[in-house]
């Protein structure tokens, strides 16, 4: 049985430019969430998806930052146009049932802007 | 501001000795997680209590929910090389249970 799988594990991209990260949750979970981590900040909510839906998005930014969980393939966190501010650890959670108690973690994606 | 504080932020010891780790709030959660992360991977799920005044063994590891639901400790006996991690303890607010609410965490280093 996989684990939340992420990829890629590592991205660079130039300011100005697009970054997906990608998440396919542990088989059998339909509940997706994606965290931000800062070294001196911690773990930070940003959304918690079901299938096609988005549930709760108030940890994301308004702007540049979407994110969606298709009813077929893996979820996307998209940001658009990143900045240097960007530059974080990205991860991945997916659980069995709602509310993010026993999520699995994915490894992340280390994003770099430079 | 903070809604979980851990400490302390940051603990060596040496292989064998005893620690304990805290996870405190001034919230009530309906649930509260240890999780442990190590560098450059995801948290990976430890243990998760729901009750006040829970206790859970993990092998060596000991998880305690306080009696309110709003704090929460981690004891580890007989520390080993293996235990070397960040410790993470994240919350379920009550009535509010669809996201965690994540501590800063505790840096731990075990010496051989």
């Known amino acids: 049985n996989a684990g939340v799988m992420q990829n890629p594990r590592h991205l660079v991209r130039r300011r100005g430019q697009e970054a997906r990260l990608r998440c396919s949750p542990m088989?059998?979970?339909?509940?997706v969430y994606w965290y931000r981590q800062l070294p001196e900040e911690g773990l930070k909510f940003m959304v918690y998806?079901?299938?096609?839906?988005?549930?709760?998005e108030s940890g994301m930014p308004k702007e540049r930052f979407s994110a969606e969980f298709p009813k077929e393939g893996p979820s996307i966190l998209r940001i658009q146009q990143v900045v240097r501010g960007d530059s974080a650890a990205y991860f991945c959670?997916?659980?069995?049932?709602?509310?993010?108690?026993?999520?699995?973690f994915g490894q992340g994606t280390r994003l770099t802007v430079v | 501001t903070q809604l979980l504080e851990q400490s302390p932020q940051f603990l060596s010891i040496q292989e064998g000795e005893n620690l304990t780790v805290y996870c405190n709030s001034s919230?009530?959660?309906?649930?509260l997680q240890w999780y442990r992360q190590e560098p450059g991977e995801g948290p990976v799920l430890l243990v998760t209590?729901?009750?006040g005044g829970e206790v859970k063994k993990l092998k060596r590891l000991t998880f305690q929910f306080g009696d309110a639901r709003k704090d929460s400790s981690l004891h580890i006996t007989a520390a080993q090389p293996g235990d070397t991690g960040l410790y993470l303890c994240?919350?379920?607010?009550?009535?509010?249970?669809?996201?965690?609410?994540w501590g800063l965490g505790t840096s731990l280093a075990v010496n051989p």
């Open positions: 919230s009530v959660f309906s649930s």
């Open positions: 994240a919350g379920g607010l009550a009535g509010n249970n669809r996201k965690l609410i």
């Open positions: 088989k059998g979970h339909s509940h």
């Open positions: 209590v729901v009750t």
């Open positions: 959670a997916s659980s069995q049932v709602p509310g993010g108690t026993e999520a699995f």
């Open positions: 998806l079901q299938k096609e839906n988005i549930i709760d």
